[in-house]
């Protein structure tokens, strides 16, 4: 069975950085693109950031990267989130999927998403 597991969160100040990780498992013959979505209270579901499965195509919101990094070293089915200079509006729920791209934009899956890890930043 695939599936998607994401660890790291926890607590940080505010300023701090942390960085998620997120591995897909199971055997699939299928190279996955993976990003990752949060979800903050009060708000729906947004994206962050994605990369395909060489890691050549970067995907992110029309607002930009910002400070947030989506990495994958080399091919593989592990990615992470780098997340710098974190804020309090930041906490929330992290989640990451494995979906398909086309090299200009990403598409998550409705079934291969992690159960969510949580980000707690303190002022």
């Known amino acids: 069975q695939v599936q998607v597991t994401e660890s790291g969160g926890g607590l940080v100040q505010a300023g701090g950085s942390l960085r998620l990780s997120c591995e897909l498992t199971g055997r699939t013959p299928y190279r996955y693109p993976m990003g990752w979505f949060r979800q903050v209270p009060g708000k729906d579901r947004e994206f962050i950031g994605a990369i395909s499965w060489s890691g050549s195509y970067e995907y992110y919101p029309d607002s930009g990267r910002g400070r947030f990094t989506v990495i994958r070293h080399s091919v593989s089915n592990k990615i992470y989130l780098q997340m710098d200079n974190l804020k309090p509006e930041d906490t929330g729920l992290y989640f990451c999927?494995?979906?398909?791209?086309?090299?200009?934009?990403?598409?998550?899956?409705?079934?291969?998403w992690g159960q969510g890890i949580q980000v707690t930043v303190s002022s």
């Open positions: 999927n494995a979906g398909r791209d086309t090299g200009r934009e990403y598409f998550p899956s409705d079934d291969l």
